[in-house]
């Protein structure tokens, strides 16, 4: 089965300090990974796509690395700021014309 | 701006009753899909479709109907046999179904049963 786990389910960090958020995949053989940024009770923001070519994506402060043969994915967040508190959600396209998302990490970050 | 939106924001729904959901996208985009988010799960597809006049079940259908009748369109309806509707969904748009080409989704409505 094609699943996607994101560990911990809750992460709190002091303001400026850098950040990794992890995310990983049962299955090596994806077309690509999206990081989500969710606000709550709010859509989905995109934050990174990365394809399955690719092995970072970097966007501001925001960096997204790709490792197919561990299935793993992780989100760096330099210089964290207070606006920067949301749940991160990672979605994995294995090739069967779906999203399959982890349940997300929330974020906080502490002024 | 292109983007996608979605109304109404919240929803209530009185048992025995459907409801549509509206999603309208100005990205050109062909495929769409409908998730539904629950608390402490990921978000799980309802349906989708790939090109005007064409759509197919996800992973959980039962209990919901969708149309594609215009490009820009995909109202969703919960039906009265979908057993637990209270969640927040969520329409997403991408170029093509093909795989390689990211989403871009809407701002969600919730729905709750009264």
């Known amino acids: 089965k094609q699943e996607v786990t994101q560990i911990p389910a809750a992460l709190s960090v002091p303001e400026g300090e850098n950040l990794v958020l992890n995310c990983s995949f049962t299955d090596s053989a994806i077309y690509n990974l999206q990081w989500f940024r969710q606000d709550p009770g709010k859509g989905l923001t995109s934050l990174l796509l990365i394809q399955s070519s690719q092995r970072e994506q970097t966007s501001g402060r925001l960096n997204a690395s790709l490792d197919k043969s561990s299935g793993r994915s992780t989100l760096y967040i330099a210089a964290s700021q207070p606006g920067d508190s949301a749940t991160y959600l990672c979605a994995v396209n294995f090739g069967n014309e779906k999203l399959t998302f982890g349940t997300g990490t929330r974020l906080t970050i502490i002024p | 701006d292109g983007g996608i939106t979605q109304s109404p924001k919240y929803l209530f729904r009185k048992e025995g009753q459907n409801v549509t959901l509206s999603c309208e996208q100005n990205?050109?985009?062909?495929?769409m899909y409908w998730y539904r988010q629950d608390p402490g799960q990921g978000l799980r597809l309802i349906y989708y479709s790939q090109i005007v006049n064409d759509f197919q079940k996800g992973d959980i259908a039962e209990g919901y109907s969708v149309s594609r009748e215009k490009k820009e369109s995909f109202p969703l309806t919960v039906t009265s046999a979908q057993k637990n509707p209270t969640a927040f969904y969520l329409c997403?748009?991408?170029?093509?179904?093909?795989?390689?080409?990211?989403?871009?989704f809407g701002s969600g409505t919730r729905l709750t049963v009264v």
């Open positions: 997403a748009s991408s170029i093509y179904a093909g795989a390689g080409y990211g989403y871009t």
């Open positions: 990205l050109n985009h062909d495929a």
